[in-house]
T-cell receptor, first 112, second 114 residues
Framework: SQKIEQNSEALNIQEGKTATLTCNYTNYSPAYLQWYRQDPGRGPVFLLL?????KEKRKERLKVTFDTTLKQSLFHITASQPADSATYLC???????????FGAGTILRVKS | KAGVTQTPRYLIKTRGQQVTLSCSPI?????VSWYQQTPGQGLQFLFE???????NKGNFPGRFSGRQFSNSRSEMNVSTLELGDSALYLCATTSGGRAFDEQFFGPGTRLTVL
């Protein structure tokens, strides 16, 4: 069956450290993978998109990697701040249907 | 540019009732997707409309329906509400309606079914 798995437990890290979140998928062949941030009571906000032929993408303190062999994407936040505390969702496109499928999300808590 | 708006923000209904939620996309966006978000299931895709046509549908029962108007505004309807329909309903819009387009989400409608 098709699955998208993100760290099921919350990730707690100290301010200034690098947070690394994982997104693994099974039985998908996505051409694109996206990461979103969601704060409590709000809709998700787009952060980054990476294509299957890209190994790495960066935006300010954010970095995403995409390994289609391992079927995994890693999302890094360097020099993390308490304001980075949120739920982070990965999403990938289905081969058919032109739509996004989301993982359950990982809660990140950055403590000062 | 105004963002995606959803109305109402909160709703309380009882089992068996029906409900209609509304989503107004960003100006120029023609694709509107609807999602249900619950703590147990995460974000689940309901359906997507593009230029007034339903293009994609998720695995939800027929009690969930939607439509899109010529101005791209969209509504979703849930009939014969069940307790399990309690959730945050989010709409997301894109300009091109392609899977790799950045999705702009609204703030959601929190539906509680008693």
């Amino acid at each position: 069956s098709q699955k998208i798995e993100q760290n099921s437990e919350a990730l707690n890290i100290q301010e200034g450290k690098t947070a690394t979140l994982t997104c693994n998928y099974t039985n998908y062949s996505p051409a694109y993978l996206q990461w979103y941030r969601q704060d409590p009571g709000r809709g998700p906000v787009f952060l980054l998109l990476i294509r299957e032929n890209e190994k790495e993408k960066r935006k300010e303190r954010l970095k995403v990697t995409f390994d289609t062999t391992l079927k995994q994407s890693l999302f890094h936040i360097t020099a993390s701040q308490p304001a980075d505390s949120a739920t982070y969702l990965c999403a990938l496109d289905q081969e058919y249907g032109n739509k996004l499928v989301f993982g359950a999300g990982t809660i990140l808590r950055v403590k000062s | 540019k105004a963002g995606v708006t959803q109305t109402p923000r909160y709703l309380i209904k009882t089992r068996g009732q029906q409900v209609t939620l509304s989503c107004s996309p960003i100006s120029g966006h023609r694709s509107v997707s609807w999602y249900q978000q619950t703590p147990g299931q995460g974000l689940q895709f309901l359906f997507e409309y593009f230029s007034e046509t339903q293009r994609n549908k998720g695995n939800f029962p027929g009690r969930f329906s939607g439509r899109q108007f010529s101005n791209s505004r969209s509504e979703m309807n849930v009939s014969t509400l069940e307790l399990g329909d309690s959730a945050l309903y989010l709409c997301a819009t894109t300009s091109g309606g392609r899977a790799f387009d950045e999705q702009f989400f609204g703030p959601g409608t929190r539906l509680t079914v008693l």
